[in-house]
């Protein structure tokens, strides 16, 4: 999965730009200022605009050539961004939690989904938020865009039951116009908003 990654990001820059996803972004706008972990980063575009929202931002990924793409991003915006490349399956927090942690576009197997979704419950502090917008399966021969792997795109159920330790605001389908190269039309994703009572 890293030389796949290194090799696209290397090969395409700025995949998705440099602006927040819109969901991150309008979730965001309303979230006191706090720590957040920003797990399979990418190139940065959230946890740069989440920096400049005035948030204390982590952000990890297993592509090192995002990362320091993130790197560059974040210095061209002047903010600053603690960025570590690593995988997110084995990463250990020791002990550490944030106020939010976001979850993008992860696009793992089940078996490293699993994983992945149980450390990032786990570093979600007390009165914490935990926030994934990921694409749905029904994008599959529904949407536009995305991964054509059924294995590495989520449904509401799997969702639930992964993050069933926490309190589960909002689990649901979200639209998302799609303009861009030669793709045009609406990707269907999915949305997560949970949180920690404090």
Not at 27 to 39: C, K, M, Q, R, T
Request: charged fraction near 25%; hydrophobic fraction near 45%.
């Amino acid at each position: 999965m890293q030389g796949f990654w290194d090799e696209r990001y290397g090969r395409e820059g700025m995949l998705w730009g440099a602006e927040p996803n819109a969901v991150v972004a309008d979730i965001g706008a309303g979230l006191p200022a706090g720590s957040v972990l920003d797990l399979a980063c990418g190139q940065g575009r959230n946890a740069v605009w989440l920096a400049l929202q005035g948030h204390d931002v982590t952000g990890i990924d297993l592509s090192p050539v995002a990362i320091e793409q993130a790197r560059r991003l974040a210095e061209d915006t002047g903010v600053a961004v603690d960025l570590s490349w690593g995988d997110i399956t084995e990463w250990d927090p020791a002990g550490r939690t944030w106020d939010l942690v976001l979850l993008s576009y992860l696009q793992v197997p089940p078996d490293a989904r699993l994983v992945a979704h149980a450390k990032a419950v786990a570093a979600v502090a007390p009165g914490g938020t935990l926030l994934l917008v990921a694409h749905h399966r029904d994008n599959l021969e529904h949407g536009v865009g995305g991964p054509q792997d059924a294995e590495v795109l989520y449904t509401e159920d799997e969702l639930a039951a992964d993050f069933a330790e926490l309190e589960i605001l909002r689990n649901e389908i979200v639209e998302r116009r799609v303009e861009r190269d030669d793709v045009q039309g609406t990707a269907i994703d999915v949305l997560v908003l949970a949180s920690r009572p404090a």
